[in-house]
């Protein structure tokens, strides 16, 4: 299943996850993982035009933050998991 997102829609997005403490580049990664499904961190800092420590920095930060929301596997790539 494929949604269209527009760039009013990412802005509303990026606004409400702010307002709940995500920061903008955990936001950036965040849409990336939902655009691209499972990927590498390579796809994924590229998807977010974010450094590629950077990004493997954030997602394990939030991995271990919260419970459901980031799965990780290192063979795999990680993906965003309801």
């Known amino acids: 299943m494929h949604f269209v997102i527009t ?6 997005i990026h606004e409400t996850l702010q307002e709940l ?24 800092a590229a998807a977010a035009k974010i450094n590629r420590g950077i990004t ?7 991995k271990h933050k919260v419970k459901h929301g980031l799965e990780c596997n290192f063979r795999w ?6």
């Open 7 to 12: 760039i009013f829609t990412i802005r509303i």
């Open 21 to 44: 403490g995500v920061s903008p580049r955990e936001t950036d990664i965040y849409l990336a993982l939902l655009r691209l499904g499972p990927s590498s961190i390579r796809d994924i």
């Open 56 to 62: 493997y920095a954030v997602l394990k930060v939030r």
């Open 77 to 82: 790539g990680f993906s965003a998991v309801n």
